[in-house]
């Protein structure tokens, strides 16, 4: 079975000015973490289905900087063990602490994964999740983990329409309406 050919703006020699530091590092490293900030952070990289043809990773909830760090270490994790099951346990990505790989539902690439797409122009390359469990070791679908995990990390693996009520949740389905418009108010 061929190899399906990369559709990125490397490979088709497409890019333009706006994503040009993001090529270079790909590029010059194979693949960059992106952090984007908000009420809880979260960070995705770019590059890996282009450099290793590995599905790209994600990090919701935790300190930004951080999470460049640990989706970095995960990169070689996986580069270095092989990527594992889905759902399944793995050390040494956060220390002291077993994360796990699911598979991002489609349903999310436009909400939060902008840059990625317009690096692929478009092509919908797979995009997995770093999940990480609580203080007490418990998964964010245990319903015993801590009120903080559950909230602070998207469940991608789940359509948008299946994910708990929460600012994860709106902030996909409104991900087509923002920035929401502005309407002049009444005067007295």
Known sequence: MA??????VVCASASGDRDAGLVAAVEQHGWCVLRVPGTFDFAYTVGLWHTF???ELAMFGLDGEGMQHWLNTCVAHVRSRGWPNAGSS????IDG???QLRPVDESWREAFFGTADRFYRGWPVPVWQLVWPDTTGRWPWDEHATASSRTRQAFAWLPVDQHPAGSWRLLAEFADDFPLPVEPTAGP
Do not use: H, Q, S
């Not at 190899?3 to 990125?8: D, S």
């Open 3 to 8: 190899e399906e050919p990369c559709r990125c």
């Open 90 to 93: 793995f050390p040494g990505v």
């Open 53 to 55: 043809r590995l599905p």
């Open 97 to 99: 602490v077993d994360t």
